[in-house]
């Protein structure tokens, strides 16, 4: 059989990319990398990780990710040892002894009976009577919609109803595998861990919901996805749209109306008759917010933000509070990790030496504070993944604490 790892590793060479390279490029570990080239799938974390690896992986290098995942299914499965039993003997077939069939026979002979006495004995009810009386309809609850936004975990088959004025539009988990799809009024959608997409629900033209897709959990006995799901206000793109600069439309026909002075403020003279009216002033520009410690450090380093120095590293302590629903993973000094749900008005705090890695599902849900210092790490609903460590200072020689946008 054509073997994975080689494939991998002759298209990364074929490249001349290394394996550090591509571990920043993709932000998948180097040691994952490395696993998947040497076909060491113990080290990595599991089945559904393995498989989202080797998509990335394979689409960087250029290769089939499909052809790739084949590969990886073919080997697990060759992996699987048959029992030893099946190779050796067959089971024996038992014949039923004769206690089981009397036994049988009695159960045959009651049910026959009762058949019996219910059809021909008993009274009948009317036939009107039976067509009064409605017949129940089962229906399935699912998980409501209430809040504006949720992050949770939704099992396969699991459904949730969004309400929209007086009705209510059903999302259903339909297959959770290498992927999540989920039937939407309409259609199905898509999605891979990280990605999101919004929906129109109730088929107006206008999106209703954003569905973003966090995690993906598939073992022997649970194939369930953590999901993010955000109401999304009508209107909302026309407002996003004044707010990066466009100009709003009068309704046609309506006469435009001049704009009007600031209070206090003298109005322009009136031109001599004949005479083109003189130009307006220029407004004042407004002056731009200030930007916080946190921005300004972000934006004079592109990558890294220093939130202290010293001459040698010390332990550090993180403080977050959680203003809405967050899925929080860590991992500190390559030994403790743990991965938690924060609710609105949490608070979190975690101790380290030399380095913390965060991965964290909606950015705009929580801020942390280090060193007297608060930091935003991102916007609502965006999934980020964050290291805050010790690095060496060559222009002084100490040690700067800094927080990294990726590893």
């Given at each position: 059989?054509?073997?994975?790892?080689?494939?991998?590793?002759?298209?990364?060479?074929?490249?001349?990319?290394?394996?550090?390279?591509?571990?920043?490029?993709?932000?998948?570990?180097?040691?994952?990398?490395?696993?998947?080239?040497?076909?060491?799938?113990?080290?990595?974390?599991?089945?559904?990780?393995?498989?989202?690896?080797?998509?990335?992986?394979?689409?960087?290098?250029?290769?089939?990710?499909?052809?790739?995942?084949?590969?990886?299914?073919?080997?697990?499965?060759?992996?699987?040892?048959?029992?030893?039993?099946?190779?050796?003997?067959?089971?024996?077939?038992?014949?039923?002894?004769?206690?089981?069939?009397?036994?049988?026979?009695?159960?045959?002979?009651?049910?026959?009976?009762?058949?019996?006495?219910?059809?021909?004995?008993?009274?009948?009810?009317?036939?009107?009577?039976?067509?009064?009386?409605?017949?129940?309809?089962?229906?399935?609850?699912?998980?409501?919609?209430?809040?504006?936004?949720?992050?949770?975990?939704?099992?396969?088959?699991?459904?949730?109803?969004?309400?929209?004025?007086?009705?209510?539009?059903?999302?259903?988990?339909?297959?959770?595998?290498?992927?999540?799809?989920?039937?939407?009024?309409?259609?199905?959608?898509?999605?891979?861990?990280?990605?999101?997409?919004?929906?129109?629900?109730?088929?107006?033209?206008?999106?209703?919901?954003?569905?973003?897709?966090?995690?993906?959990?598939?073992?022997?006995?649970?194939?369930?996805?953590?999901?993010?799901?955000?109401?999304?206000?009508?209107?909302?793109?026309?407002?996003?749209?004044?707010?990066?600069?466009?100009?709003?439309?009068?309704?046609?026909?309506?006469?435009?109306?001049?704009?009007?002075?600031?209070?206090?403020?003298?109005?322009?003279?009136?031109?001599?008759?004949?005479?083109?009216?003189?130009?307006?002033?220029a407004a004042a520009p407004v002056p731009a917010e200030?930007?916080?410690?946190?921005?300004?450090?972000?934006?004079?380093?592109?990558?890294?933000?220093?939130?202290?120095?010293?001459?040698?590293?010390?332990?550090?302590?993180?403080?977050?509070?959680?203003?809405?629903?967050?899925?929080?993973?860590?991992?500190?000094?390559?030994?403790?990790?743990?991965?938690?749900?924060?609710?609105?008005?949490?608070?979190?705090?975690?101790?380290?030496?030399?380095?913390?890695?965060?991965?964290?599902?909606?950015?705009?849900?929580?801020?942390?504070?280090?060193?007297?210092?608060?930091?935003?790490?991102?916007?609502?609903?965006?999934?980020?993944?964050?290291?805050?460590?010790?690095?060496?200072?060559?222009?002084?020689?100490?040690?700067?604490?800094?927080?990294?946008?990726?590893?």
């Amino acid at each position: 059989m054509e073997s994975l790892g080689q494939k991998l590793r002759e298209a990364r060479e074929a490249h001349s990319y290394s394996v550090e390279q591509i571990a920043r490029d993709t932000h998948i570990s180097k040691q994952y990398l490395e696993a998947l080239e040497l076909e060491n799938f113990s080290v990595l974390p599991g089945n559904t990780y393995v498989v989202g690896f080797l998509r990335n992986y394979a689409e960087y290098l250029g290769l089939d990710p499909e052809e790739l995942v084949t590969l990886y299914k073919n080997i697990r499965i060759q992996e699987q040892p048959m029992p030893m039993s099946e190779l050796l003997e067959r089971p024996r077939r038992r014949s039923p002894s004769r206690a089981v069939l009397l036994a049988l026979a009695a159960v045959v002979l009651v049910a026959a009976g009762v058949f019996l006495i219910v059809k021909f004995l008993l009274p009948r009810a009317p036939a009107s009577a039976a067509r009064e009386k409605p017949r129940a309809v089962a229906t399935e609850a699912g998980y409501v919609l209430k809040e504006e936004a949720i992050t949770r975990w939704f099992n396969q088959e699991e459904t949730v109803d969004v309400p929209l004025g007086p009705e209510q539009y059903r999302i259903r988990l339909a297959t959770v595998g290498d992927r999540l799809t989920l039937r939407v009024p309409g259609g199905t959608v898509e999605l891979a861990v990280g990605q999101d997409r919004q929906v129109d629900l109730d088929g107006d033209g206008r999106n209703d919901i954003r569905v973003q897709l966090n995690d993906l959990d598939v073992t022997a006995t649970s194939h369930r996805a953590n999901l993010s799901l955000y109401k999304l206000t009508k209107g909302a793109g026309e407002e996003a749209g004044l707010a990066a600069g466009q100009p709003a439309q009068a309704p046609e026909g309506a006469a435009r109306q001049p704009a009007q002075a600031p209070e206090g403020a003298a109005a322009p003279a009136a031109a001599p008759a004949g005479q083109p009216p003189a130009a307006a002033p220029a407004a004042a520009p407004v002056p731009a917010e200030t930007p916080t410690a946190a921005q300004a450090g972000i934006a004079a380093s592109g990558r890294a933000l220093e939130l202290q120095s010293a001459p040698t590293p010390s332990p550090f302590r993180l403080s977050i509070s959680f203003r809405g629903y967050c899925l929080l993973r860590y991992l500190a000094d390559n030994d403790t990790r743990d991965e938690r749900f924060f609710h609105k008005g949490e608070t979190f705090a975690l101790d380290a030496k030399q380095e913390v890695r965060l991965w964290v599902s909606n950015a705009g849900a929580l801020r942390l504070s280090v060193a007297g210092k608060d930091v935003e790490l991102g916007r609502a609903g965006e999934v980020v993944t964050r290291t805050l460590k010790w690095t060496e200072s060559q222009e002084t020689g100490g040690y700067r604490l800094q927080l990294l946008a990726s590893d």
